[in-house]
């Protein structure tokens, strides 16, 4: 009788529920996901939760395969020696293999009073204490909104859709991926919705009070009410269980997506950091990431080398209320080009995406393994990013040898 293997994956967001789901091709594996919420959050529609145009919670009985064990409850720590995760509940769950996939959410801020004054959005939980917040405001008080990503984008568009006296105050440059052309095309459909843009390098905010938002250009802009979108960061899951990570926490890993620490423990998604060079934060990487780290797993069970990463999608896309958005293209080393789709279509369009996330997984979930997108071919971008590294590891290598030979 062949002997099973437990595979426990800590994170039911994108990535974690693609790699549970393509896990499931073989019988022998047996798959336990552990998330700390019943339902799978559609973090790409959170800003319509904010907006009151979506819910953004998706059943897991919709995306997640049948064979997937759920178990509802936080990783505390993971025992690496010991093979096992501990949780929040006071249990253990044993792995033979761990897929680490915990995602992102909102950053510290460290400005003085956005941790008293701002409400991050990162997050469901985060958005569910925000939405009675602004059913108390009057629809005419000033919203502000700090942050000039895709997020604050997307809030701050679908607040004045509904009607609100909305600032985006973006810290630097509206919409850092887009290309200039695509970014001209924003401002001018944020405009066109009321918004009133703040953007320029004295932009960033340095405090945050009950009623007021202060620029480091010393103007205060008047807020009722302050959204907080700027930044991500990571659970230090990883740091505390002591494993490697880059500075922001994210656990460091291979090209293949294996912990450099622990062959048993491969990463996806936001909280991964392969070769310390890790990708943009976002669904368009994390399932990708999900289904290749999945295969990592499946590959050393069949005794075989697992392939490396592939970085072969870039894109952009970004709702501008209900009937606006922008596709915006770029190329396989994921850098904006200057073609982009605006208006009407691109709101279709992300729409498309949006119900595709889903339907990707669920595919993935009856038909494990049909998902192919992470094995496209990459970009040059990657390889030379790479090889630079490689040089300036050898470069720093040389120097520590002469320095220890006392030369």
């Not at 990783?75 to 929040?88: P, S, Y």
């Not at 905010?205 to 010393?218: M, S």
């Not at 960061?233 to 293949?256: F, I, N």
């Not at 450099?260 to 990431?289: Q, T």
Request: with cysteine; proline share 4%.
């Amino acid at each position: 009788m062949a002997e099973n293997t437990d595979v426990v994956v800590i994170g039911g967001g994108y990535a974690g529920v693609m790699a549970a789901n393509r896990m499931t091709q073989r019988g022998d594996v047996t798959v336990t996901l552990i998330n700390p919420r019943p339902n799978f959050v559609h973090r790409v529609r959170l800003h319509q939760l904010v907006g009151g145009t979506d819910s953004a919670v998706v059943d897991y009985q919709e995306v997640l395969a049948k064979g997937v064990r759920l178990v509802v409850d936080s990783a505390t720590r993971i025992d690496a020696a010991g093979r096992a995760v501990e949780l929040a509940s006071g249990s253990t769950v044993g792995y033979d293999y761990l897929v680490y996939a915990v995602g992102s959410g909102s950053a510290d801020p460290q400005v003085p009073g956005a941790a008293e004054f701002a409400h991050p959005i990162a997050g469901l939980e985060e958005v569910q204490r925000l939405l009675p917040v602004l059913d108390a405001t009057a629809a005419s008080a000033a919203v502000t909104v700090v942050g000039g990503g895709p997020l604050g984008i997307e809030t701050a568009a679908e607040l004045a859709e509904q009607g609100r006296s909305v600032t985006l105050v973006c810290g630097g440059v509206l919409g850092p991926y887009l290309h200039p052309r695509g970014r001209r095309s924003v401002a001018g459909q944020l405009a066109a919705l009321g918004v009133r843009v703040v953007d320029g390098p004295d932009t960033k905010v340095t405090a945050v009070t009950r009623d007021a938002v202060r620029l480091a250009d010393g103007r205060d802009l008047p807020s009722a009410v302050t959204i907080w979108t700027a930044g991500f960061g990571v659970p230090d899951l990883a740091a505390r269980s002591g494993l490697s990570t880059d500075a922001l926490g994210r656990l460091l890993t291979d090209e293949t997506l294996t912990s450099v620490n622990d062959e048993r423990i491969v990463a996806a998604g936001d909280s991964a950091a392969p070769s310390g060079l890790p990708l943009r934060m976002s669904c368009l990487y994390a399932m990708p990431m999900g289904a290749r780290a999945a295969d990592t797993v499946l590959s050393r069970l069949e005794g075989k080398q697992p392939e490396t990463l592939n970085q072969s999608l870039g894109a952009q896309c970004i709702s501008l209320g209900r009937s606006a958005g922008i596709f915006q293209f770029g190329n396989k080393s994921d850098v904006a080009v200057w073609f982009h789709i605006d208006g009407r279509l691109g709101a279709k369009m992300k729409e498309g995406v949006c119900k595709g996330i889903p339907k990707h997984l669920a595919e993935e979930a009856h038909k494990p393994g049909g998902y192919k997108l992470h094995r496209m071919k990459g970009g040059a971008g990657r390889r030379k990013a790479l090889e630079a590294l490689t040089a300036q590891e050898a470069v720093a290598g040389r120097v520590a040898e002469h320095q220890a030979e006392g030369r």
